[in-house]
Structures are given as structure tokens and as C-alpha cells.
């Protein structure tokens, strides 16, 4: 397994941007599919995007299609998100997540999370 730390998040205004990153431990990162979710309060976590191991496939939840975009740098062991167009319904705890298919439907290492906030 790796360990994820999730950075980057913080506090917005609707119509800005932020870049989330996911710095992992471990010599296997590039083995992994990666993925981000997210968990508003009183809300079931939901998944964002997902890449797979070499970054040539990425998708999108509905939801984040054409603001946000997933990508990696498997020499720096890192995963980002980067969100623009930030809407307030963005609000949530943003989680990493590193699993062995690149639809992220399992998932076998979760980061801390990262509380992204946006303000109308």
C-alpha cells in the first residue's frame, strides 16, 4: 500500500480556483490508479476523478466535468486536482485515494483529506 497526504485545500470565493495535491510514500505509486473524492457534511463521499497509472485515461464525475481536471507526476509521486470555476455545492473534505483499477471502484488507500471551502 501507499501513504497519501492531501494538500492545498482552503477557503474560497464561488468563481476561483485551487489546486489540491497528493504526495505519496512508496516506490509503487506508478502502479496505482488514483483518485479523488469528496464528503460534504451530512453527505455520503462521492467520487471526483479518477487517472490511471500512466495518466493517459481520466474521468469525471458529472458533476465537476469541464471545471476540475486530475492529473500526476508519477516522478514527484504526486496526484493533483485542479478546480476552477468553484461553485459553493464544491464545499466539502476532498479525500486521495490510490486503488488497483482506474475506475476507482476499489479502493486501497485513503489520505487524510483536505477541507476545501467555498463562499458565495
Known amino acids: 500500500q501507499v501513504q497519501l497526504v492531501e494538500s492545498g485545500g482552503g477557503l474560497v470565493q464561488a468563481g476561483g480556483s485551487l489546486k489540491l495535491s497528493c504526495a505519496a510514500s512508496?516506490?509503487?505509486?506508478?502502479?496505482?490508479?488514483m483518485g479523488w473524492f469528496r464528503q460534504a457534511p451530512g453527505k455520503e463521499r462521492e467520487f471526483v476523478a479518477a487517472i490511471s497509472w500512466g495518466g493517459g485515461s481520466t474521468i469525471y464525475a458529472d458533476s465537476v466535468k469541464g471545471r476540475f481536471t486530475i492529473s500526476r507526476d508519477n516522478a514527484k509521486n504526486t496526484v493533483y486536482l485542479q478546480m476552477t470555476s468553484l461553485k459553493p455545492e464544491d464545499t466539502a473534505v476532498y479525500y486521495c485515494?490510490?486503488?488497483?483499477?482506474?475506475?476507482?471502484?476499489?479502493?486501497?488507500?485513503w489520505g487524510q483529506g483536505t477541507q476545501v471551502t467555498v463562499s458565495s
Open positions: 512508496g516506490r509503487t505509486f506508478s502502479s496505482y490508479h
Open positions: 485515494a490510490a486503488g488497483p483499477d482506474p475506475t476507482i471502484l476499489v479502493v486501497t488507500s
